[in-house]
């Protein structure tokens, strides 16, 4: 398995525990308390730090499954013309 597979399967795990436990601190009233509170507020705060690394993870992964831009042709600008040859006589 990839890195990249491990680390998306990693944090939608913990993604789960974390939104897991801030429901089981609202449903048993623990949330109540100051204790709950916080415990609550990190539990949320931990899963929102994961969502976001996956939603990059989702957004890098559609990016290199796009096809790449088709190249701009080159305009023939002023160094690209023919150089002028100088004539071996002297001019008069």
Do not use: N
């Not at 609550?40 to 831009?69: D, W």
């Not at 042709?73 to 023919?82: E, F, L, R, T, W």
């Amino acid at each position: 398995m990839s890195d990249r597979a491990f680390a998306f399967i990693f944090s939608v795990l913990v993604i789960v525990a974390s939104l897991g436990a801030c429901g089981w601190l609202l449903v048993s009233g623990q949330a109540a308390t100051v204790d709950g509170l916080f415990l609550l507020l990190y539990c949320g705060l931990v899963a929102l730090a994961f969502a976001l690394y996956v939603m990059f993870l989702i957004h890098r992964a559609m990016e290199s499954l796009a096809p790449p831009p088709a190249p701009k042709p080159v305009k023939a600008g002023p160094a690209a013309q023919k150089p002028v040859l100088a004539s071996a006589e002297p001019s008069e």
